[in-house]
């Protein structure tokens, strides 16, 4: 059995933990940025579910030359409005696949490559590989599917 040193010493360490818990708890909601800061984060979380929701079913049909514009423009406004807010991967993201769908990307890429810092510009070059793959798998999806359709 156990020894009543050992159960007393087991209800103390657990009575400091239990206050432990709720001194920070406290201190943590009484920070006049916390609720601000919860905010954001929820934001924030919304907005990458909408443009994952936007990113994998929005590929437009590369043969309609209209809807590849303005898919591409789109990408390119999300980009560099996600760059703007600080949020690099997802600007990156939006930024490769509208080059991933240009029809002439080197002229783009040297517009980039002026306006964009090196050390983002060097992401979106080693980001581009992996978006143009995903493009051509989704087209290769889309192309059996009409086919099994037909």
Known sequence: ???KTAVVA???CGTLFIGYCIYFDRKRRSDPNFKQNLRDRRAKALLMKEQAKLNSSKIPELKDYES???FFIQEVQLGEE???QGDIENGIEHLSTALAVC????HLIEVLQVQLPPPIFH???QRLP???QRLAATMASR?????DVE
């Open 1 to 3: 059995m156990l020894s």
């Open 10 to 12: 087991a209800g103390v």
């Open 68 to 70: 590849v514009q303005k």
């Open 82 to 84: 996600l760059l703007a």
């Open 103 to 106: 029809g002439e990307p080197q």
């Open 123 to 125: 992401m979106l070059m």
């Open 130 to 132: 992996i978006v143009s």
């Open 143 to 147: 192309r059996m599917h009409d086919e």
